[in-house]
C-alpha cells in the first residue's frame, strides 16, 4: 500500500559527496517524519537524520556539520546530502516514514525503503 523508493547511493572516495532521495508513494494522508538510518553488517542499524513535517530536524553526532536532511512535503520525498564523507560512512542506507493513511484516524503507520547502499574509499 505504501512504498519508499530509495536512489542515490554508490561508491565515492573519502571527501566526496552524495545525495540520496526516498520518494514515498501509495495510500498517504500526511507523513509527520522522515528519516535516514544506516546499518553495517553484524551492527544495529542506527539513526542518521530525521526531519518532521515541519522541518525539525535530528541528526546522530557522527554526521553532524557534515550531512544536510531535507524534505519536499509536496513530493513526499526526503533528500540526505551527504559532505565530507568518510570511509566510516560505508553502510546500506535506509530510509524510513511515519505517517497517517486518511484524514479520519490519527493512527501512524511506519515504512522503511529496501536500502542503497553507500561505500567510501579511503
Known amino acids: 500500500q505504501v512504498q519508499l523508493v530509495e536512489s542515490g547511493g554508490g561508491l565515492v572516495q573519502a571527501g566526496g559527496s552524495l545525495r540520496l532521495s526516498c520518494t514515498a508513494s501509495?495510500?498517504?494522508?500526511?507523513?509527520?517524519?522522515m528519516g535516514w538510518y544506516r546499518q553495517t553488517p553484524g551492527k544495529q542499524r542506527e539513526l542518521v537524520a530525521t526531519?518532521?513535517?515541519?522541518?525539525?530536524?535530528n541528526y546522530a553526532d557522527a554526521v553532524k556539520g557534515r550531512f544536510t536532511i531535507s524534505r519536499d512535503n509536496a513530493k513526499n520525498t526526503v533528500y540526505l546530502q551527504m559532505n565530507s564523507l568518510k570511509p566510516e560512512d560505508t553502510a546500506v542506507y535506509y530510509c524510513?516514514?511515519?505517517?497517517?493513511?486518511?484524514?479520519?484516524?490519527?493512527?501512524?503507520?511506519?515504512?522503511w525503503g529496501q536500502g542503497t547502499q553507500v561505500t567510501v574509499s579511503s
Open positions: 524510513k516514514a511515519v505517517l497517517t493513511k486518511t484524514a479520519y484516524s490519527t493512527s501512524q503507520y511506519m515504512y
Open positions: 526531519t518532521t513535517r515541519d522541518y525539525n530536524t
Open positions: 501509495g495510500i498517504i494522508f500526511s507523513i509527520n517524519s
